[in-house]
């Protein structure tokens, strides 16, 4: 049978997929006796696209359908079918990779990869929105364009993390091994991290590794070049942070020797991080084998999934100034739609009747943490912009300050402000003007105000 010129026909190469149309078949009958014999194209094509690790967003993003009709159509039928081909009861699934795990784990997958995987500390990625583009871009840059090194970085809640699991469910059969590792605030030291990774990709049998860093650097190198292997390590930005040329901090700046011959060494590996700052290390390295990828917020489309998820009341134009204000960061979106379905009963005209920015928890703690690492310089340009109703151009914004600090300095922190995603720059009738996101602007003044 042929399947090479259907949607997601990619899946014939790890699913015997003739061998579960047929027993689908069979439990469609059961389920729905009167139903059509055998399944229809739709139901084929969607469960190709589950099998190929694609959610029913993406699924609906693909084939040009509404997400919410996929969903409804998935509850009715092959969810129903699969419940009753794996012996389990009906309405029992949790989450579309229920589907992939229970029809892996009876017999269907013919291409058991030989690989090992450690999500570590991964989160679990149950609800996910939009970054359709995204994920193919990242998907090219990894499968197709083969890159050493893939940095994404963005502002705190922006979805990096998110992303990072998304596209690690989806290519994970690409690789012999998959590795995550998280980096906590005060992470351990590198030789740790590297003597854990090391030992998981050699099986364990690695018993006589080097003390030093820089061969343990080599050692993980010899591994990326023998197999191919998808290392993420999450949270970049907490190694980061120091006033040294590449700001690591005191203590870590082995990291970034880390990241350097990751990206200027040959290996058929890959190695993606997400930050809230960009690693300097990378700059003179970005090429063909080295991107970034800076996430930026939702659209408008991914924003109102949002919305409609947590049944709120909005119109359009509401719903645009609502996501404009706070730049489409979906753990921002969430949060605030939780207090307005607490406070308004959903309303967010009502809402935006208050006319003041409301910043979740989740993103004080994140921006306090990074303001506190920032030098004092970075601090005041931040409690300049902040005092100001209007952007500022460069040489009005340094006449502000206090400091001072010579030209080249003040450039210096303000390139390294825009690079962590602190500012905003646009350009009006000829001339750079700077300012701050909202949110940014309603911590800075509440943490530094005048």
């Known amino acids: 049978m042929v399947f090479n010129q259907e949607p997601f026909s990619e899946a014939v190469n790890n699913w015997d997929l003739e061998r579960l149309y047929i027993d689908l078949a069979a439990a469609k009958r059961e389920f729905a006796p009167r139903a059509r014999q055998g399944l229809t194209e739709v139901e084929r094509t969607h469960l190709r696209g589950l099998l190929c690790c694609y959610n029913p967003a993406e699924i609906a993003h693909r084939l040009n359908r509404e997400p919410g009709g996929i969903q409804v159509d998935l509850s009715r039928t092959l969810y129903r079918y699969i419940e009753r081909l794996t012996n389990r009861e009906e309405n029992t699934v949790q989450n579309w990779r229920d589907i992939v795990n229970w029809l892996e784990a009876a017999g269907y997958r013919t291409n058991q990869p030989q690989q090992r995987v450690d999500w570590g500390e991964a989160p679990e990625v149950s609800v996910f929105y ?5 994920l193919e871009t990242l998907k090219q840059w990894i499968v197709s364009d083969r890159c050493r090194v893939i940095a994404i970085i963005g502002m705190g809640g922006i979805g990096k993390t998110a992303i990072a699991v998304r596209i690690a469910e989806q290519i994970r059969d690409e690789f012999e091994y998959l590795v995550w ?4 605030d005060n992470p351990s030291p590198l030789s740790e991290i590297l003597v854990n990774i090391i030992s998981f990709l050699s099986d364990e049998q690695s018993t006589d590794l080097p003390n030093n860093i820089d ?35 005191a203590g870590y700046e082995k990291y970034g020797e880390l990241l350097r011959r990751i990206a200027q060494q040959n290996h058929q590996s890959c190695l993606v991080i997400t930050s809230q700052e960009r690693p300097e290390t990378l ?7 080295v991107r970034l990828w800076k996430l930026e917020g939702l659209d408008n489309v991914a924003a109102t999934e949002i919305f409609r998820t947590a049944n709120l009341e909005f119109g359009a134009e509401d719903a645009t100034r609502l996501i404009d204000m706070y730049r489409g960061n979906p753990l921002a979106l969430i949060h ?10 959903g309303g967010v005209t009502e809402f935006l009747r208050q006319n003041t920015i409301v910043v979740p928890p989740p993103i004080q703690m994140v921006l306090k943490q990074r303001f506190e690492r920032l030098p004092e310089w970075e601090r005041e340009i931040l409690r300049c912009l902040a005092s100001e109703a209007t952007p500022l151009d460069s040489d009005t914004l340094r006449s502000r300050m206090s400091s001072q600090v010579s030209n080249s300095e003040f450039l210096e922190q303000l390139y390294s402000l825009l690079q962590r995603s602190f500012i905003e720059k646009y350009c009006q009738d000829g001339t750079v003007l700077f300012t701050l996101q909202p949110v940014v602007r309603k911590c800075v003044n509440r943490f530094y105000g005048r």
């Open 130 to 134: 939009g970054r359709h583009t995204e």
């Open 181 to 184: 590792r998280s980096l906590p």
């Open 215 to 249: 061969d343990l650097i080599s050692k993980l190198l010899n591994v990326l070049r023998q197999h191919r292997v998808l290392l993420i390590l999450d949270s970049w930005e907490t190694v980061m942070g120091g006033d040294g040329a590449e700001r690591y901090q």
């Open 283 to 289: 700059t003179s390295c970005e090429g063909e084998t």
């Open 336 to 345: 605030i739609s939780k207090m307005i379905q607490e406070l308004f009963h």
